[in-house]
């Protein structure tokens, strides 16, 4: 507890969620993608801490980095250039066909 800000978080949800909706867990148990998504975070913070500790650079700074090399890896991911993903678009069907659709479960 060093009273630092870790300004990082917004990228590792954000790594989390292009993680989770890869096509590898599409099909996948909800289990296996949540043990997948509680590792990755685990290393992201572990990366943040080595960091902090190891280097001695200010919390600001280090989670300022890794925020842009989290959201780069995130972004980096085939789904998170897609419109959505098949899993919602399955559980919204009804939604989807209504009068007034959101987004277009189609392939662009």
Known sequence: MTGGIDLSVGSMLFLAAAIESSRAFVSAPAGVVFAAIAVTGL??????????????????IVTLA??????????QS???????????CEASAPAASSAFPLRSCSPP
Do not use: D, E, K, Y
């Open 43 to 60: 290393l992201m913070g572990l990366v943040n801490g080595v960091a902090i500790a190891l280097t001695r650079v200010p919390a600001l």
């Open 66 to 75: 890794s925020m842009q090399v989290f959201r780069g890896a995130g972004g």
């Open 78 to 88: 085939p789904v998170s250039r897609t419109s959505i993903s098949p899993r919602i």
